[in-house]
């Protein structure tokens, strides 16, 4: 079964600035998408970006950018120029792309980041 | 408009009834997911359902029962609630494709 790993309970970032959450995960499988998703007090789940395995190129949305390092089973978000209405829960999540599998669509998350954002 | 609902947002009932929350997306998605969310768990997935008449079980199923007789329905059945079952519920739902899934708002419950 897949795990995903997400080892900073809680992260801190001064506005403008940059911060990196961490994300590791283990599958044996080689196909599968990554994604991180952001639940602010509301509780939505918002997702940020997603990262298909079989890309080298690590994904980005505007000032959300991923080190995908596929070796190292490691999955990292980078938010730049931080602001306020990012501060939230960041969840990291696995999902197979092995169709017709047992796992086939379920997404597998981690524990959870909370980012405070400083003004 | 397009999208997945959840009701009712905010339950509270006692310990053994029996509560049923909600699921609809209008996508015509073919897999429909239950997750809970608790403190230091992240979500975890309860059942989850490949396609109409088709469910299976997820990571924390005892207690819960699902149906799925309609492409666009998916309720979750709680038919004895106990006090650990209070959470928050999401619904969720993927095309076969399943690129993106996509969360409904949450179903706050509280078993008194």
């Known amino acids: 079964a897949q795990t995903v790993t997400q080892s900073q309970p809680e992260m801190s970032v001064q506005e403008a600035e940059t911060v990196t959450l961490s994300c590791t995960y283990d599958?044996?499988?080689?196909?599968?998408?990554l994604f991180w998703y952001k639940q602010p007090p509301s509780r939505q789940m918002i997702l940020v970006i997603r990262?298909?395995?079989?890309?080298?190129q690590n994904a980005t949305e505007n000032r959300f950018s991923v080190n995908f390092q596929k070796a190292a089973k490691s999955f990292s978000l980078k938010i730049s120029d931080s602001q306020l209405g990012d501060a939230a829960m960041y969840f990291c999540?696995?999902?197979?792309?092995?169709?017709?599998?047992?796992?086939?669509?379920?997404?597998?998350f981690g524990q959870g980041t909370i980012l405070t954002v400083h003004p | 408009d397009a999208g997945i609902t959840q009701s009712p947002r905010y339950k509270i009932t006692e310990t053994g009834r029996q509560v049923t929350l909600m699921c609809h997306q209008t996508w015509s998605h073919s897999y429909m997911f239950w997750y809970r969310q608790d403190l230091g768990h992240g979500l975890r997935l309860i059942y989850y359902?490949?396609?109409?008449?088709?469910?299976d079980k997820g990571e924390v199923p005892d207690g819960y029962v699902v149906s799925r007789s309609k492409t666009e329905n998916f309720p979750l059945t709680l038919e004895s609630a106990t006090r650990s079952q209070t959470s928050v519920y999401f619904c969720?739902?993927?095309?076969?494709?399943?690129?993106?899934?996509?969360f409904g708002e949450g179903s706050w419950l509280t078993v008194v």
């Open positions: 599958t044996s499988e080689s196909d599968y998408y």
């Open positions: 359902s490949a396609a109409a008449d088709i469910t």
């Open positions: 990262q298909e395995a079989y890309k080298q």
């Open positions: 969720a739902s993927s095309d076969p494709a399943g690129n993106t899934i996509y």
């Open positions: 999540a696995y999902r197979s792309a092995l169709a017709g599998g047992t796992s086939y669509g379920k997404l597998t």
